[in-house]
């Protein structure tokens, strides 16, 4: 699935004045590992001016203001490392519309 990671950055000004903005990581889950939710991860994986970037996010961390789902994908594999050599196309579950 396709992802949005809004985290919680925390900058110093100049002057010495702290402020905390959300900075937003999107990119697509190619892993999921961890065996309990206090230790359970996720890395995401995005293409940033033409160069592949990772990064993995604890889900218990208290940075991660939320994460929301953009798109979904139909795989039939739980780690999606061979998308890192491949541009293969993944192909996108229709969402239903619950009545």
């Known amino acids: 699935m396709v992802v949005r990671v809004h ?3 925390k900058e110093t000004t ?3 004045d702290e402020r905390e903005r959300i900075q937003v990581f999107e990119g697509t889950v ?3 590992k961890g065996r309990d939710a206090n230790s359970r991860t996720i890395t995401v994986r995005k293409v940033s001016g033409g ?6 996010f604890p889900l218990k961390m ?3 203001a939320k994460i929301e789902v953009v798109k979904r994908y139909r795989t039939r594999r739980s780690k999606l490392y061979y998308l890192r050599n491949y541009k293969k196309r993944l192909k996108e579950v229709k969402e239903e519309k619950v009545k």
């Open 30 to 32: 190619i892993a999921v």
């Open 14 to 16: 100049p002057r010495g």
């Open 62 to 64: 208290p940075t991660i």
């Open 51 to 56: 160069i592949g970037v990772e990064r993995i």
């Open 7 to 9: 985290l919680k950055v």
